[in-house]
């Protein structure tokens, strides 16, 4: 779900220098009064959609005034502007006045959150790597927002909703042996300390790679002979022939992942670690009876 | 060091590829049976048999992209008279590369991109080919300086296309950039098998010629050779092996530079020696780096080219200093 950039580091150091300069020469004409530090933010950019999605679910949304690139739910979400998907545009950033940027720890890059940081301007990270971290997740992004009381309520629904799902399929004996996949080509899976490994084993299915770390590449030739009974993957409309071509004839067309149940999920509610991972946590464990 | 006869040199290489292949054969991340694969019989028969049809294809793509490469890189350098002339360096793979990602920003389908490294190898071939002209000869020292430029313009190209690209197209770039054996099928081998003899065939007839060329281009002419013709016939056919390489399997690097030298090292400097057994080292080379590439981390797959320049950058290092 990363993405490795060549030349990202030495990019943002020129745009943090970029950024550092022009704040640097704009304070002089720009007296804009700064919120007093316990003052909840009132301009919040969120760099990455499941922070849109939280932001949004605290009922903060009108306090974004700027989202990542792919932050497409809820729908008023699509108005807000764009600062860059991956990669940040940091000058986009510090131009929009931000009070509080919000990043994931994987996923954004290092040297944008530090750059932000140096520019001045206050940065949050939210952590990832199971859905403890998703809930955590919505309980920094909502202290910082002044919505604790919010946040705890929506967390506690959470957690009660994913005790639920928990009970459900702790009488279940015979646990399907699955594999969520994330993407067909070169087919990658979510392996140990991902929040998708959690979503998986917890609606009740065993990950065949829950012992790897990460998000792990397959080999064509594993997946053609692992146990698969059940395949878990993503649905959208642009990645639909990418997967189509896999089962049709690549990586999952042989041996028992060929035959195995395919669940497929709406792409952006299950890969986002955010409130509806866990709509779809309950449909999973619905589907791996 | 003497050199070995050429009949036992190339004897020691086929051996050499056909060991490595049929170990090759057997390792994995997962078991395959002979026994199972022999009898064909029941589930673990059908498995073996699926085993084998994956299996299979990949060693021979992998001996084919291996041989491409050193045979270039060995006929590159014994035209260039200049061991670190090398198909990435003069461009060549740069070109393929780009092409290839080009092809998946503007969203051809996969299928289209080993046509469209093709067309980046030659484009690039011909560039480099004809910034390197000069009065109707094709200057040496020009053509590395060509082949630079063309590597900076392709490198831009290809970051460009990176940047611009999808999350998802460029997940499926960066993998093909690292190079990759891992959609291997028996069409892509037969595609490639007419490039690869037909390049080898090219460059085996030319090696007598190439051996003046290393004596000294003044002689070489003196002797009836037509300089300019040999030039242009060994880097275009060193420009196809490398592009047809590159479009089936990626980029992968070190193969072309390392192999041939290791080989001048054992067997001595006779390109009718050198140009095949480079070919059959490169072959065999490959074939085992991606045996370690399936089995190393099983069932997680380490991109070849990592392991290509793991092997390759201490061995050459190792062939640097030894050398007086």
């Known amino acids: 779900l990363t993405r490795d950039g060549g030349g990202r580091p030495a990019r943002q150091r020129v745009a943090g220098a970029l950024l550092a300069a022009g704040l640097l020469f704009g304070c002089r004409h720009e007296p804009r009064a700064a919120a007093p530090a316990n003052a909840a933010p009132r301009r919040v950019i969120a760099l990455a959609p499941n922070l849109t999605e939280i932001v949004f679910a605290l009922g903060a949304g009108d306090r974004l005034v700027g989202v990542s690139e792919y932050s497409d739910f809820p729908e008023a979400a699509r108005t807000i502007p764009r600062v860059g998907g991956l990669e940040v545009d940091a000058e986009k950033v510090a131009a929009l006045h931000p009070d509080l940027v919000l990043a994931v720890a994987e996923g954004n890059a290092r040297a944008t959150v530090h750059a932000l940081e140096a520019a001045g301007i206050p940065v949050t990270v939210t952590p990832s790597g199971s859905l403890d971290a998703v809930l955590e997740s919505i309980r920094i992004v909502a202290g910082k927002l002044g919505r604790s009381e919010e946040g705890g309520r929506l967390v506690a629904d959470l957690e009660r909703r994913r005790a639920a799902v928990r009970e459900q399929v702790a009488a279940r004996t015979d646990k399907p042996r699955a594999l969520l996949i994330v993407w067909p080509d070169p087919p990658q899976a979510a392996g140990a300390q991902t929040f998708l490994n959690d979503l998986l084993t917890e609606a009740g299915a065993q990950n065949l790679v829950g012992d790897r770390k990460g998000w792990p590449i397959l080999s064509v030739e594993y997946l053609a002979t692992a146990p698969v009974e059940l395949l878990v993957a993503p649905d959208s409309p642009e990645t639909r022939p990418a997967w189509d071509r896999a089962f049709a004839a690549g990586a999952l067309s042989r041996g028992p992942i060929a035959h195995a149940r395919v669940v497929r999920l709406d792409e952006s509610a299950m890969t986002r670690p955010g409130p509806r991972v866990f709509d779809t946590l309950e449909k999973l464990a619905g589907a791996t009876r | ?55 299979l294809p990949r060693v021979l793509l992998a001996a084919l992209v291996g041989g491409c490469l050193a045979l270039a890189g060995a006929a590159l350098q014994a035209l260039l008279k200049n061991p670190l002339a090398d198909p990435f360096l003069l461009g060549t793979s740069g070109g393929a590369a780009a092409g290839a990602a080009v092809a998946a920003l503007v969203g051809a389908s996969p299928l289209v991109s080993p046509a469209a490294a093709f067309v980046g190898a030659a484009a690039a ?32 190209l290809l970051l460009a296309a990176f940047s611009i690209a999808s999350g998802e197209a460029s997940r499926s770039m960066l993998f093909w950039m690292m190079g990759s054996l891992a959609d291997a099928t028996p069409g892509k081998v037969s595609a490639l098998l007419p490039y690869a003899l037909g390049g080898a065939a090219v460059l085996f007839a030319a090696a007598p010629r190439l051996n003046l060329f290393a004596v000294g281009e003044e002689s070489a002419a003196a002797l009836g050779v037509d300089a300019e013709r040999t030039k242009r016939v060994v880097f275009l056919s060193a420009s196809l092996l490398t592009g047809a390489a590159v479009a089936f399997a990626g980029v992968i690097g070190f193969v072309g530079l390392l192999v041939p030298h290791a080989v001048r090292a054992v067997a001595g400097n006779d390109q ?13 080379l490959l074939v085992a780096a991606d045996a370690v590439s399936r089995a190393a981390l099983a069932p997680v797959e380490l991109p070849i080219g990592a392991i290509t320049a793991a092997l390759g950058a201490p061995l050459f290092a190792w062939l640097l200093l030894r050398t007086p």
């Open chain 2, 125 to 156: 071939s011909v560039g480099v080919a004809s910034m390197a002209r000069r009065g109707g000869r094709l200057d040496l020292q020009r053509l590395l300086l060509a082949g630079l430029i063309a590597n900076a313009f392709f490198s831009a």
């Open chain 2, 272 to 284: 009718r020696t050198l140009l095949p057994l480079s070919a059959l080292s490169g072959a065999a």
């Open chain 2, 1 to 55: 060091v003497k050199a070995p006869g050429r009949g036992a040199a190339l004897l020691a290489g086929a051996v050499l590829l056909l060991c490595m292949g049929v170990l090759a054969f057997s390792v994995g991340g997962v078991h395959l049976s002979l026994a199972d694969l022999v009898s064909g019989r029941g589930e673990a028969g059908q498995t073996a048999r699926m085993l084998a049809a994956l299996r």
